[in-house]
C-alpha cells in the first residue's frame, strides 16, 4: 500500500534510528512504502538536514546500484556538556560518598536514559572508525557496554573474574589491580570474540587502570586489536596508570570528607578540531 510521505517520514527516522551503522538500500525503501526511489531520495535529504539541526547524527548517502543510506549517530558539545553537568550535580550529594575514594553511581548507571547518553558520547569518538565489538568487566560495566554496543550497532562481550560452565572453552590472564596492587584473574570465553576483531574497552570505574590493563591483555590473547578505552568515571590515583590513553566522562576526587566531581577529558578527546568540522558537514 502506498503511504503518505509524513507517515513515510516519521517511519523511515524510526528504522532509521533503530539501525544505526547500518546501511538500507534505496531499494528496501522503495519496496517498503510502494514509492519511486526519487522520491526516497528526497526524503532521506530531509532526515540528513534534520538530523544534522538537531544533533541527531549523520545521516550518510551511499550512491550507486548498492548504495543507501546509514545513520551514525553521535551528541553534540552543548548536549554532552549538559549531560555531563546534570551528572556532577548528582554525583556530587554527599550521601553517595563511599569508603577507599569511591562514590555510589549504580542507580545512575540503570536509567536508560543515562545509558544513552554515555553511549553516544562514547560512539561519538568513533564516528567513522571501524568498531566489531565492545568489551567490559562483569559487572557494573556491562550497563555503560550495553549503551555504546547500541549506539555502534555492535556486540558486547563480557570478561569474568571466574569462569563459568556456560561459558565454555576459555581464555585467561593475570593481572595486577592498579589499586590494591593484588594478583587476579580474568577471562573470556574462546566464542566470545572473533580473532582479528577490533575492540573498543568500556568500563564504570577506573582508578590505577589494572582491570583495564587486564582485558588488553585479553584482547592480545585472541589476536585481536584494542582501539580505544573509554570510562564513565575516573578516580584520582597517585601513581602511574596502567593505561595512560583513555577517554573519561567525569573525573571523580574523594577524600575522607569531601567530594568532588568535575568533567572529564572526554572533551579534548571526543570534541577534536577535526571531529567537530566533521559533524558540521
Do not use: C, W
Not at 528504522?15 to 526519487?38: C, D, G, I, N
Not at 548498492?66 to 556530587?92: C, D, H, W
Not at 564516528?127 to 550495553?146: C, N, R, S, W, Y
Not at 580473532?195 to 573498543?200: A, H, K, N, Y
Request: hydrophobic share 35%; glycine share 8%.
Amino acid at each position: 500500500m502506498k503511504v503518505r510521505r509524513s507517515d513515510r517520514l516519521i517511519d523511515m527516522t524510526r528504522y532509521l534510528l533503530e539501525r544505526p551503522h547500518q546501511l538500507v538500500s534505496l531499494t528496501f525503501f522503495s519496496e517498503r512504502y510502494e514509492s519511486a526511489k526519487s522520491s526516497i531520495s528526497e526524503d532521506l535529504t530531509i532526515l540528513k538536514r534534520t538530523f544534522r539541526t538537531r544533533g541527531t547524527g549523520l545521516l550518510e548517502t551511499v550512491p550507486g546500484a548498492a548504495g543507501g543510506a546509514r545513520f551514525i549517530p553521535y551528541i553534540t558539545k552543548n548536549e554532552a556538556n549538559q549531560f555531563v553537568n546534570e551528572m556532577i550535580t548528582a554525583l556530587s550529594e554527599e550521601s553517595r560518598f563511599l569508603p577507599g575514594g569511591y562514590v555510589y553511581m549504580s542507580d545512575l548507571l540503570g536509567r536508560p536514559n543515562v545509558l544513552r547518553q554515555v553511549g553516544r558520547i562514547v560512539a561519538t569518538q568513533y564516528l567513522h572508525e571501524t568498531v566489531d565489538a565492545v568489551m567490559t568487566v562483569a559487572t557494573k560495566g556491562i550497563p555503560i557496554a550495553q549503551g555504546v554496543a547500541e549506539s555502534l550497532n555492535v556486540p558486547f562481550v563480557i570478561v569474568r573474574h571466574d569462569s563459568q560452565i556456560t561459558e565454555g572453552s576459555t581464555v585467561s590472564v593475570n593481572y595486577v589491580s592498579g589499586s590494591s596492587q593484588r594478583i587476579e584473574k580474568m577471562a573470556l570465553s574462546t566464542r566470545s570474540l572473533k580473532p582479528g576483531s577490533r575492540v573498543l574497552i568500556v568500563d564504570d570505574f577506573m582508578k590505577g587502570g589494572g582491570t583495564i590493563g587486564g582485558m588488553q591483555s585479553l584482547v592480545k590473547e585472541f589476536n585481536s586489536t584494542v582501539v580505544g578505552v573509554a570510562v564513565f568515571a575516573e578516580g584520582a590515583f597517585e601513581g602511574k596508570s596502567k593505561v595512560p590513553d583513555y577517554t573519561s566522562i567525569l573525573k571523580i576526587d574523594a577524600t575522607t570528607d569531601h567530594v568532588e566531581v568535575t568533567p572529564g577529558n572526554f572533551g579534548d578527546q571526543i570534541f577534536t578540531t577535526d571531529r567537530m568540522s566533521e559533524l558540521k558537514k
